[in-house]
Nanobody, 121 residues
Framework: QVQLVESGGGLVQPGGSLRLSCTASGIFFRINDMGWYRQVPGKERELVAGITSDGSTNYADSVKGRFTISRDNAKNTMYLQMNSLKPEDTAGYYC???????????????WGRGTQVTVSP
C-alpha cells in the first residue's frame, strides 16, 4: 500500500524558516507530479507549489521568491524549503503525489495526513 508521510512542520517566528519533507513508501512503478498544498480551517485547500517528474516547478504567487520546492527521485522524497515565513503562512501543509502503480497504468492520486506550520511571534 502506498503512503505519503510529511515531516518538518512546527512553530516558527515571523521571518524564520522551515523545511518540509514528504516521503512515499510502498510498491509502485514511478512517482509523477508532486505538490504541496495548504489549508486553514474554513477555507479550501490551495496549491502552494508543484513539481513534475523532470523537475519543472510552479508556485502560488503568495510564496514566490520565499518557498522552494524540490525532489529527490532516488529517495522518493519531495521537499519544501520555506523562508521569510509570515503569519499568513500558518496552515496545515499536505503532500500530494500522482503515482503510477505499474508500467503503463493510470496514475493514482495520494495525499499525506498533513503537518502543521504555525508562524507566530
Amino acid at each position: 500500500q502506498v503512503q505519503l508521510v510529511e515531516s518538518g512542520g512546527g512553530l516558527v517566528q515571523p521571518g524564520g524558516s522551515l523545511r518540509l519533507s514528504c516521503t512515499a513508501s510502498g510498491i509502485f512503478f514511478r512517482i509523477n507530479d508532486m505538490g504541496w498544498y495548504r489549508q486553514v480551517p474554513g477555507k479550501e485547500r490551495e496549491l502552494v507549489a508543484g513539481i513534475t517528474s523532470d523537475g519543472s516547478t510552479n508556485y502560488a504567487d503568495s510564496v514566490k521568491g520565499r518557498f522552494t520546492i524540490s525532489r529527490d527521485n532516488a529517495k522518493n522524497t519531495m521537499y519544501l524549503q520555506m523562508n521569510s515565513l509570515k503569519p499568513e503562512d500558518t496552515a496545515g501543509y499536505y503532500c500530494n503525489a500522482r503515482i503510477m502503480p505499474i508500467r503503463y497504468a493510470v496514475d493514482n492520486d495520494y495525499w499525506g495526513r498533513g503537518t502543521q506550520v504555525t508562524v507566530s511571534p
